[in-house]
């Protein structure tokens, strides 16, 4: 895979700024995908999963998706999509969503022609991952940051940073496209404290440091600080085919994830459920969970994760 992906988080808040992400890499036009090309785009599964093995595909009523107490697997045959509230000319399927026990929002946004968001509701942090395609995110201040094959990350808060010595204060923003776009989106409330803000990063995800991982052989970055000021985080997470997880891990965390590339197996609680790219799971706090990468190539998947909050 010689493209790469990226990030940048935002705080979401007062002011006007322009940032497109370029149509190269993961973020290629929708055109090329179903041509007799073998170029693929990075994340190209994701838009195109494998539904169900051939002789399924066409049963009546078969999914894999699965909701439990403690976990779900929600899987691209049965997504439901539908207007967004307050986005313009966008389709978006919910995910995770605070019904099913989480505390977060995860869901995917088809953008159209002359699309356009809305805002996030008060207090709420949001994340964007571009998946396919080119988005430009806005507000009213006529600063212009052009991107190239990054993610989009965005949060509430009045202070940002970007990688030169300007900073802004930023309220109210939106996010628009001039053709199909696809972004993977993350919300939740934002839990301050006090005299701690959030920046603004501007990087690229395959740039941002490997970090050690104790006793395990899966590749980490992190797309966001450590520092106290964040209350979550999102991992980037590979794994080699026949490279899987040491510990079976239990904890008060939860998870949001997306398979962005490869297959493999995945426990959750007392289940065994075979996954791709496409897939999502949500995780609910002490529900055991463990990983094994199958099949030919890497598996991919954005981790999202709760963090520096006293559980109390």
């Known amino acids: 895979m010689g493209s790469v992906s990226g990030f940048l988080l935002i705080s979401v808040a007062l002011g006007l700024l322009k940032f497109a992400v370029a149509d190269e ?7 090329i995908i179903g041509t007799e090309s073998n170029w693929k785009p990075l994340y190209w599964k994701v838009e195109n999963p494998t539904l169900s093995p051939s002789h399924l595909k066409d049963l009546p009523g ?3 998706s699965v909701y439990k107490r403690d976990h779900a697997l929600i899987t691209p045959e049965s997504h439901v999509f539908s207007p967004l509230p307050e986005w313009i ?3 978006g399927a919910y995910l995770i969503t605070p019904a099913m026990g989480s505390h977060f929002a995860m869901y995917i946004a088809k953008l159209q022609e002359n699309s356009r968001s809305g805002l996030p509701p008060h207090d709420t942090e949001r994340f964007i991952f571009v998946v396919q395609g080119a988005v430009t995110l806005t507000n009213a201040s006529g600063i212009s940051l052009k991107l190239t094959k990054y993610v989009v990350i965005g949060t509430n808060l009045v202070t940002m940073w970007i990688p030169m010595p300007i900073y802004l204060q ?5 996010i628009k496209c001039d053709a199909f776009s696809s972004i993977v989106v993350l919300e939740r409330r934002f839990s301050p404290l006090q005299n701690l803000v959030t920046e603004l990063l501007v990087g690229s995800t395959d740039k941002q440091p490997l970090l050690e991982t104790p006793g395990e052989v899966f590749q980490l970055r992190k797309l966001l600080p450590t520092s106290l000021a964040y209350d979550f985080n999102v991992h980037i997470m590979d794994f080699q085919p026949g490279e899987f997880l040491n510990v079976k891990e239990v904890h008060y965390n939860q998870h949001g994830l997306l398979l962005l590339e490869g297959q493999g197996i995945y426990r959750l609680g007392d289940s065994w459920y075979p996954v791709q790219a496409g897939d999502v799971i949500w995780m609910a706090p002490y529900v055991p969970q463990w990983y094994a990468a199958l099949g030919k190539t890497r598996t991919r998947y954005l981790l999202y994760k ?3 909050r006293n559980p109390l």
């Open 306 to 308: 709760d963090v520096n």
């Open 62 to 64: 078969f999914t894999r």
């Open 89 to 91: 000319n966008t389709l």
């Open 25 to 31: 890499g993961f973020c290629s036009a929708s055109s």
């Open 170 to 174: 930023i309220l109210i923003h939106s």
